[in-house]
């Protein structure tokens, strides 16, 4: 098989690929599908029609349809890529119209709960395995999509127990293909690791960006005017897809509470370094946490350039 940065496939890995929502991560593995060769045929699933009509316009699947059971069928890849909330009820649809044999997968953010709503539905011929690539924008849409987002990226595989390994294992080179370095863990402890990782972090910054928000009488002026390097980048943030989160933080509320539980355990302790003028506690700790982001860098899980090498726009690559 090619090295996942070299050539495309002389073979596709599959020969149907079903991509169920058309936003960034759809449209982007729609992308990479096509750029490696994993499927011979590409389909597009969304619910809305315009949604569907841009698909066809740009051209990034072989198949565009608004009705996921017709989507599925026939597919030996189905990958789940809506808002957290709908993945049971578009798997609960579409349950019945999956092939024997064929990988029923998802990219939701929160695998606990997902788990536990699509696995009732499913007959036992299906291979259920959620993943979750961790990478993506603060834009959404079939626009916003590019083949190389899963690039140096992790995607985080987490199969029930008694899943088929040879399933597993394909659906590894999928992602392996696509640009991701993949990671097996169980669900509970993939949502305990993200909570803290990539949840909380967004908590936070809605939060601060909310209260900067409710300064009305600055919020025009000051507040923007002189958005340096930190409220920016909270910003950025902030701007993820309101849905999804929503979605994340019902689903997996009880790791993100637990976290949030120790955050304010330990906001409290720098807070009383700060009324008491502890200076080498802070110094102590600042320099732990830039420790932190040197080992982030020294991965490739992300760049020490101006803006953290982020682009201005999202890229049109089809």
């Known amino acids: 098989m090619a090295d996942r940065f070299g050539s495309p496939l002389p073979q596709p890995l599959f020969d149907r690929l079903t991509i169920v929502g058309v936003g960034l991560i759809g449209s982007s593995l729609l992308r990479a599908a096509r750029q490696r060769n994993l499927a ?10 315009a949604v569907c009509a841009r698909v066809r316009e740009i051209g990034i699947a072989d198949e565009v349809t608004s009705d996921a059971c017709e989507g599925v069928r026939g597919a030996d890849l189905v990958i789940l890529c ?3 909330a709908a993945i049971e009820i578009v798997a609960r649809d579409v349950a019945q119209h999956l092939a024997p044999g064929s990988i029923l997968s998802d990219v939701g953010s929160v695998k606990g709960a997902v788990v536990a709503g699509v696995q009732p539905h499913l007959p036992a011929t299906v291979h259920f395995i959620p993943a979750h690539p961790v ?3 603060e834009y959404s849409g079939p626009d916003s999509g590019f083949s190389t987002l899963f690039v ?5 595989l987490t199969p ?7 399933a597993v294992e394909k659906l590894q080179t999928f992602w392996s293909e696509v640009g991701s370095n993949v990671e097996i ?6 949502d305990l690791v993200l909570a803290i990782t990539s949840h909380v972090p967004h908590l ?3 939060n601060i960006v909310g209260t900067a928000a409710d300064l009305e009488e600055v919020t025009q002026s000051e507040v923007i005017k002189f958005s340096a390097g930190g409220f920016r980048d909270f910003t950025r943030i902030a701007a993820s897809d309101p849905t999804m989160w929503r979605d994340i933080f019902l689903n997996n509320r009880d790791a993100v509470l637990e976290m ?3 955050f304010n355990e330990d906001l409290a302790a720098l807070q009383r370094m700060i009324r008491w003028g502890d200076g080498q506690g802070l110094f102590d700790l600042f320099t732990r946490t830039r420790a932190i982001r040197r080992s982030i860098i020294a991965q490739g899980q992300e760049t020490p350039a101006p803006d953290f090498g982020r682009r201005s726009t999202p890229s049109s690559d089809q």
């Open 40 to 49: 011979a045929r590409l389909v597009a699933v969304d619910a809305s029609e």
């Open 82 to 84: 809506t808002p957290v």
């Open 135 to 137: 990478a993506g924008t």
């Open 152 to 156: 140096d990226r992790w995607c985080i």
């Open 160 to 166: 029930p127990e008694g899943t088929d390994a040879k």
């Open 185 to 190: 863990m169980t669900p509970a402890h993939h």
């Open 204 to 206: 936070i910054a809605y």
């Open 260 to 262: 949030l539980g120790r």
